[in-house]
């Protein structure tokens, strides 16, 4: 755990020694930020966090935008792949007598304090931000070349011209009384 804090000791904002307006804070996120997270559902991360910070003089404004790609699986290939991303988040941080964080878009932190911690809100903003359903773009435009879709292409039935359909006449005289209803 001792290197995970060293991992996320740039996403503890001091704010405690900053003149009150804007202050900008820009921030790099690799897959040893979710290393610390315990989370393993990206492959590669190469994501950059730009933090504007707006200190008044009871509370903190902060906006998060986030850029970049994650390397994740399709879910249909499980072909590995980049999906960019670029959400954004607001968080208002008050004051008060105890911390509480059970609303996304509002953090209280204990009167006296001088930091404040943005990785979790940074985890959860980034994670959300990918859709449920993860298709590589190859699919979508056919240009994905991988060796699961050429087996499904030789497992899928073929149909063929040359070859009589073969019915049960059963079937043929049910199709032939919907045909005569039909013409009625």
């Not at 996320?8 to 930020?33: M, S």
């Not at 699986?73 to 105890?98: I, K, Q, R, W, Y």
């Amino acid at each position: 755990m001792y290197e995970a804090k060293n991992v996320l000791a740039p996403f503890v904002l001091a704010f405690a020694g900053l003149k009150e307006g804007i202050h900008h804070f820009d921030r790099d996120i690799t897959t040893t930020f979710f290393d610390a997270f315990d989370y393993t559902e990206f492959d590669n991360v190469a994501l950059k966090v730009h933090i504007e910070l707006n200190k008044k003089a009871t509370m903190l404004e902060m906006e998060f935008s986030i850029s970049g790609t994650v390397t994740v699986g399709c879910d249909l290939t499980n072909e590995p792949f980049d999906l960019p991303l670029s959400p954004t988040h607001e968080l208002v941080v008050n004051f008060g007598s105890a911390f509480n964080n059970e609303n996304e878009h509002l953090l209280v932190l204990p009167h006296g304090s001088h930091q404040v911690d943005v990785a979790q809100t940074l985890f959860e903003t980034i994670v959300l931000a990918v859709p449920q359903k993860r298709i590589h773009p190859g699919i979508e435009n056919g240009s994905l070349q991988s060796d699961l879709l050429e087996r499904l292409d030789d497992l899928s039935p073929s149909e063929s011209t040359n070859e009589t359909e073969v019915t049960d006449p059963r079937w043929d005289a049910l199709k032939k009384l919907k045909t005569d209803k039909n013409s009625c």
